[in-house]
Structure formats: structure tokens, C-alpha cells
């Protein structure tokens, strides 16, 4: 009921920003959590940051708390990624993903909570 496309990615050195974005189209008569994951070559998909439905509960990876902040824009159905101070082990592809959430206002750090996944975008951090 949802499509989600990241954009934002780039080539950025270490320590620098970027800020990815997640646009969300298509059905919204229920909730959703909204989650951000990583993946990079040779890894699993890992979780890095998402926020409940309400918006009002977040968490991070350890690998990135004081340095990322998920954030969102319901008018515009988008979802926001601010990444500080790069490191490149932060180098993968990320993806967007949002989970149907019909009762709770929890978060979610698995991928298989997740029902729907944008098509990546790629943050290459250099040093």
C-alpha cells in the first residue's frame, strides 16, 4: 500500500553530512513505522534508526546514535535521514522502510518487521 524512494546518497569524506530522504507514496489509511537500515558489501541488512507511528519513539544503532537523527515531514510524506560525521564503515547502501502498524506506538529494528523497502541509495564515505 506504500512505495518508498530514497534519494540523497552520494560520495562524501569522513566527517562530512549528508541527508537522505525517503518519499512515501500510495495508501496511507494506516499507520506506519518508518525505519532506516544499511547494507554493505559481503554484510547483512542492518538497522540504523526508526521512529513508531506516532513519530514519538526513536531508536538508533549504537553505531550511529549522537551522530544520525530520523526525522519526518507528513506533509510531505517523507522521511529523513541527517547523517553527521561520517565515518567509512558508514559506506552501504541504504534503504528505507516502513511497517503496517495497526495498534501500538512501539519501534522496530528487524528487517522482517518491515513490509515494504525502497530501492536503496548508495553513501560512499571516503577518508
Known amino acids: 500500500q506504500v512505495q518508498l524512494v530514497e534519494s540523497g546518497g552520494g560520495l562524501v569524506q569522513a566527517g562530512g553530512s549528508l541527508r537522505l530522504s525517503c518519499a512515501a507514496s500510495?495508501?496511507?489509511?494506516?499507520?506506519?513505522?518508518m525505519g532506516w537500515f544499511r547494507q554493505a558489501p559481503g554484510e547483512e541488512r542492518e538497522f540504523v534508526a526508526g521512529f513508531s507511528v506516532s513519530g514519538g519513539r526513536t531508536r538508533y544503532a549504537d553505531s550511529v546514535k549522537g551522530r544520525f537523527t530520523i526525522s519526518r515531514d507528513n506533509a510531505k510524506k517523507t522521511v529523513y535521514l541527517q547523517m553527521n560525521s561520517l565515518k567509512p564503515e558508514d559506506t552501504a547502501v541504504f534503504y528505507c522502510?516502513?511497517?503496517?502498524?495497526?495498534?501500538?506506538?512501539?519501534?522496530?529494528?528487524?528487517?522482517?518487521?518491515?513490509?515494504?523497502w525502497g530501492q536503496g541509495t548508495q553513501v560512499t564515505v571516503s577518508s
Open positions: 500510495g495508501r496511507t489509511f494506516s499507520g506506519y513505522a
Open positions: 522502510a516502513a511497517k503496517n502498524v495497526y495498534f501500538g506506538d512501539t519501534t522496530y529494528s528487524q528487517r522482517r518487521d518491515y513490509d515494504y
